[in-house]
């Protein structure tokens, strides 16, 4: 078993994460500086209160509907009031979320919705921002933002729906479509090799990175619970169905018959096992992952790697990202989250420490300052 | 004012031009000069009493490598000119290249200051004085110096391998070619060389300091105090008193040396102009931008937020604004020209100042997201600090060759208003009139500047803060009654709405919007309305800016019209022709969209309209379209700004035109 996948000494799973608020306890100090309201004032909130009177467009079946939900049922969990959250977007089938939320909401362009949310967490680092944005906005158009969004750690939860296909626009192959899809664009099949997602996120330095799927309920639900409350840059990929134009892109390993057997449910602090009997595991042969079924060849559970999401070290959590089925079970689940000081954090120190050795700038001052002289 | 004509030329009284090489007089060495004074008064035992002649103006133009120091020498002589009293316009002309070969044409840089006891509104159009640090500095730069005109040259540098290098066959100083010139060679290198003796410094890192040499002697020459260099020089590099002794000995050698030396027979003063009372300092254009910026949120009482990504002329006002964390004024340096304006929006969305900065090819990649800020409404500043040419053209250049972009640059109709400072100081005024219009109408601002007027100088009259536009445009808190696009009914504006205000959730977006509920609507007679009310609401700005003024007489042969950097030039050759009894005038455009309510009345008073553009005439094309106006183009496109006599012999040959009855 590898050395990385061993928890820290002392590291209990069962309390709060670095970069984790444990549910339902606010510090004193982030209700002292307004970021959130006491529990007792927020504790009212319902989903419905997240529910715009308007009728989302999305078609029949399709998977944001359920991506909608579960972020209507959790937003009351964050005990933010609901003026303070912001939902930002670009442009795809994604980009309509923003009108269904009873939030504050900004339909973006496409791809620059991590740019609109940078620049309003500059302004107001004290806003809970969420940007919601598809495989072609995130990767294709907006691949530039979102590298610099995660590297920077501006504290925005980032939710992509990966559908792995063009959806608003009918049909065209994604970032993600599988080689030698056959899609409106590449009637005879893609020459494009697809990108991981999420190893993307891990080569940019997001501080949370997580996936789930638009239909395993709970695990969306969980995933974006979390992701609400980590502080930093999250990455969370949404397995989503089109079923207009990609339909069952992710039914392989996903349809409920098959998804004990095939997706690999990640805990922090839990071996990594998965299976209806949860007797497979996936351990680490020299550098490579490989499937294991506990009890053949004297294999245990103390061979299968334990997952540790707070790793500073990423190796593992690149391998987990890269990782997919038919080869493995695909992990989902949060799979890194680690604190660093946020974007608009750091901003705030400098702006401090500049005040504490020079004092508040005055306007006047500043004019006047360098070689002036006075004519009389 | 300016006089008419050219200025007397310095230097020439009593001078044989001379072509020698021998550097004429004794060089002066580190010995005759007095360091312990620390005025920086420089007193030698071989002072000589010289004549001196008062001038109006002089321009004075420093021209090296660029690696010579060329840029810093003539900041140092504007600061001093302008600390003295004399009204300045100064012109920096360097290579895109950070280091061109040394010695090559490629390489040379240049700084033209032009200083005067009265207003002037230019850097002059071409030097009396030329100090040419090498061949290639000469040569790159000779073609600008009228016949009679002085030169100065580091003689030191005139060797066979750096004149090659320049393309002479020949040492000009030596086959007579510059005989219609009064040349002084100097051996700059060598004095400098030796005023440093005994400095634990390599040479390379001597000849470095050569520069303050040249600098030194041009104090001389004009009768100006060292003591502002000095005292940069300890406040640069104080930490580091080797390269400040260094400094400060090259400096007053050079003055040493003009004291010493029999080359020079007559000093110059210009004397202190007549400027309004007040207290003053240089600015640039990007620094004056900046200051503006600064101002414009003091004054809203609202943060500043500046996101900008490094591009040539304008990265200049990202360093500055960085520096002013202690007035909690946020930057952000953003992965490209998108998400520049991508988070300036996003600061505005949330409530800031929201500013970006960037030149031509910046402004290209911004305009989906000015579209954007278009139809969510919301108040943005966009800086573009023109450059020359389209794709990369000239980085370093000026021109002004995106007011098409800045007035249509976009998808379908997308009307917003347009602004543009005439002069380095004006940035200022304009940065806050960019904010009042964008707060007061709730629009996205074009703020147009340019090369010249980001990287001049003149001095600025620092203003009370108290006494500036009161630009406080409150947030929608009030529950009752609101809808995100319900309009202000005088100027059609929307009200402003942050995250963070209960009871008021809204979604704002590029899709078209419902007149008054804001929700998406794709309804027919819906979107034509919107069109047509985010056309009024910019076109309602016309009764909310000023006039245009005439300068000169209100009605008569010609009218001059112009807009931006321009206006020194146009102002100063109608000022002349005005002097020598034409009928001339001059009106300049601040606002180019929409333009001031009188325009049209104003341009149909002059039997001619002449527009002088650096550009191939985009704005006579919007008077013209507008106004159905004809006018007359004077088009120069050469990277450089106007000088006064092109714009003049331009503004006589339509007067000839008009005297010969043709139209």
Redesign the interface.
């Known amino acids: 078993m590898s050395e990385q996948a061993k928890l820290p000494a002392g590291h209990d799973p069962a309390v709060a994460l670095p970069g984790e608020v444990p549910p339902g306890e606010v510090t004193l100090g982030e209700i002292l500086q307004g970021e959130v309201l006491p529990p007792e004032l927020t504790a009212k909130l319902s989903r419905k209160d997240f529910v ?1 009177d ?1 009728e989302p467009r999305w078609c029949p079946g399709c998977g944001d509907y359920s991506i909608l939900a579960q972020a209507q049922r959790v937003m009351p969990d964050f005990g933010v ?4 959250i ?1 939902f ?2 670009g ?1 795809g089938c994604s980009g309509r979320f ?2 269904y939320m ?8 496409h791809g ?1 919705a ?11 680092p ?2 809970m921002v969420w940007v919601i944005t598809g495989d072609g906005d995130a990767l294709s158009i907006g691949g ?2 979102i ?2 969004a995660m590297r920077r750690n501006v504290d925005i939860r980032v939710v992509m729906f990966n559908n792995r296909i063009y959806g608003l626009t009918k049909g065209q192959a994604s970032p993600t479509s599988e080689f030698g899809q056959r899609t409106k664009s590449t009637p005879i099949g893609s020459v494009d090799y697809p990108i991981h997602p999420l190893v993307v996120a891990l080569a940019a330095e997001a501080t949370f990175v997580a996936r789930s799927v638009d239909t395993v309920v709970d695990n969306l639900q969980g995933v974006l619970e979390r992701a609400g409350r980590h502080k930093g840059a999250a990455f969370v990929e949404v397995l989503q169905n089109c079923n207009i134009f990609n339909d069952g892109a992710h039914r392989a390993f996903t349809d409920k018959e098959v998804r004990a057997d095939r997706l690999l449910f990640l805990e922090h602090g839990k071996p990594m096992l998965f299976g209806k009997n949860r007797d497979m595991g996936i351990r680490l042969n020299h550098l490579r992952p490989e499937v294991v079924r506990l009890g053949e060849n004297g294999i245990t559970e103390a061979d299968v790697l334990v997952h540790d999401e707070a790793s500073e070290d990423p190796t593992i959590h690149f391998m987990l990202a890269r990782i997919y089925w038919p080869d493995f079970p695909v992990p989902v689940g949060v799979i890194r989250n680690v604190r660093r000081p946020t974007h608009d954090e750091l ?1 705030d120190r ?2 401090e ?3 504490a ?8 001052g ?3 300052s ?7 | 004012m300016h006089a008419p004509g050219r200025p007397a030329l310095p230097l020439c009284g009593g001078d044989p031009p001379t072509t020698g090489r021998a550097g004429g007089g004794r060089p002066a060495t580190p010995a005759g000069v007095s360091t312990e004074d620390p005025r920086g008064l420089v007193t030698t035992t071989m002072r000589r009493d010289l004549p001196t002649r008062t001038l109006d103006r002089v321009t004075i133009r420093f021209a090296g490598d660029s690696g010579d120091g060329m840029q810093l020498t003539g900041t140092q002589f504007s600061r001093t000119a302008a600390a003295f009293g004399n009204d300045i316009s100064t012109l920096p002309d360097y290579p895109a290249e950070i280091r061109a070969p040394a010695g090559s044409l490629a390489g040379v840089s240049g700084f033209q200051i032009s200083f005067a006891s009265g207003n002037i509104h230019t850097p002059g159009d071409s030097p009396d004085v030329l100090v040419a640090m090498n061949p290639a500095a000469l040569r790159a730069n000779l073609h600008d110096l009228p016949p009679g005109g002085a030169i100065i040259v580091n003689s030191d540098a005139f060797v066979p391998a750096n004149l090659a290098k320049a393309g002479y066959a020949t040492s000009p100083l030596d086959d007579g070619s510059l005989a219609g010139y009064a040349v002084f060679p100097v051996p700059i290198s060598t004095l400098n060389a030796r005023a440093l003796e005994g400095l634990d410094m390599t040479a390379k890192q001597v000849d470095l300091v050569k520069n303050f040499f040249a600098l030194g002697l041009m104090f001389w020459l004009y009768e100006r105090s060292m003591e502002p260099t000095l005292r940069w020089i300890e406040e640069k590099f104080g930490k580091r008193p080797v390269v400040a002794e260094a400094n400060q000995r090259a400096l007053r050698a050079g003055y040493a040396f003009g004291e010493t030396t029999e080359i020079f027979h007559t000093r110059y003063i210009v004397p202190s102009a007549d400027l309004a009372p007040g207290t003053y300092r240089n600015v640039t254009g990007n620094e004056a931008a900046s200051l503006g910026f600064v101002v414009a949120a003091a004054r809203a009482e609202r943060q500043l937020v500046y996101c900008s990504y490094p591009i040539t002329p304008a990265s200049e006002i990202l360093h500055q604004l960085s520096e002013y964390k202690s007035l909690g004024v946020r930057t952000f340096q953003a992965e490209d020209e998108i998400a520049a304006i991508g988070a300036a929006l996003g600061a505005s969305y949330g409530g800031a100042l929201g500013v970006t900065g960037t030149s031509g090819p910046g402004m290209a990649l911004k305009s989906e997201m000015l579209g954007l800020a278009v139809m969510v409404e919301l108040p943005l500043v966009v800086v573009d600090v023109q450059r020359a040419g389209p794709s990369t053209g000239l980085p370093t250049k000026t021109e002004q060759g995106d007011l098409f972009q800045a007035v249509f640059g976009r998808n379908s109709d997308s009307p917003l208003p347009v602004v543009a400072a005439a002069s380095p100081a004006d940035c200022f005024d304009v940065a806050l009139e960019a904010w009042r219009i964008a707060l007061r109408h709730m629009t996205p601002v074009v703020y147009l500047s340019d090369a010249f007027l980001a990287n001049g100088a003149e001095p600025w009259r620092i203003p009370d803060v108290e006494a500036l536009p009161d630009l406080r445009h409150p947030n929608r808190t009030e529950k009752a009654g609101f809808y995100p696009y319900l309009r202000d009914e005088e100027t059609l504006a929307r009200p402003w709405v942050v995250p963070g205000t209960p009871g008021l959730e809204h979604r704002i977006g590029g899709l078209e919007k419902h007149d008054v509920l804001g929700t998406v609507s794709y309804d027919p007679d819906n979107h034509h309305r919107m069109m047509t009310l985010r056309a009024e609401k910019i076109a309602r700005i016309a009764a909310d800016i000023p006039p245009l003024e005439v300068f000169g007489p209100d009605e008569g042969d010609l009218l001059l019209v112009g807009w931006g950097s321009t206006f020194g030039a146009i102002r100063s050759a109608v000022e002349e022709m005005r002097a020598a009894g034409r009928s001339v005038a001059h009106a300049h455009l601040r606002h180019l969209h929409p333009f001031p309510a009188n325009t049209g009345e104003v341009l149909r008073r002059f039997r001619r309209v002449l527009v002088p553009e650096v550009n191939l005439g985009q704005l006579s094309v919007l008077l013209r379209a507008e106004y159905l106006v004809d006018t007359t183009g004077f088009n120069l496109v050469r990277g450089k700004p106007f000088q006064i006599s092109e714009v003049a012999a331009a503004a006589e040959r339509v007067l000839e035109d008009v005297r010969g009855g043709r139209r």
């Open positions: 715009p308007v009031p609901r003026e303070n912001v930002i977007s442009i923003p009108y009873n939030t504050y909401g900004f339909h973006g362009i620059r991590p740019t609109l949310a940078t620049g309003l967490k500059l302004a107001r004290e806003l530039n933002h590298l610099h901003v400098q702006i420490a500049a005040i050795s020079e004092g508040a700038g005055d306007v006047a500043l004019l006047r360098g070689d002036t002289w006075t004519v009389e």
